[in-house]
């Protein structure tokens, strides 16, 4: 069963940059025809789907957050790695990574992590 982990700063200072971490186990994050996916909930809103890495490397984003964001892996330690960048208050939300066989969606992910709560405040 694969399992996944967010660690990251709980506390952004605004214009700086965001980077979270998502360590998997229990599956490669190359195999299969997976989009390894980071989604957001801001407080008393709804998920907001922000992009993924597939499992051949190729990255997809949320058009509105483009700009600002950046997702990566590292193969060798079965991570992948949100930024973003340009933090405004509006960022502060809890942030999943998961699995899914699909992208795009507003969704959590049928394979997520506990989700870790990161908060943009000078």
């Known amino acids: 069963q694969v399992q996944l982990q967010e660690s990251g700063p709980g506390l952004v200072k605004p214009s700086q940059t965001l980077s979270l971490t998502c360590t998997v186990s229990g599956g490669s994050i190359t195999t299969n025809i997976y989009y390894w996916s980071w989604i957001r909930q801001p407080p008393g809103k709804g998920l907001e789907w922000m992009g993924a890495?597939?499992?051949?490397?190729?990255?997809y984003y949320n058009p509105s957050l483009k700009s600002r964001t950046a997702i990566s892996r590292d193969t060798s330690l079965n991570r992948f790695t949100l930024q973003l960048s340009s933090v405004t208050p509006e960022d502060t939300a809890v942030y999943y990574c998961g699995r899914d066989s699909l992208m795009g969606l507003d969704r959590l992910p049928p394979f997520r992590g506990q989700g870790t709560q990161v908060i943009v405040s000078s």
């Open positions: 890495i597939a499992s051949d490397g190729s990255t």
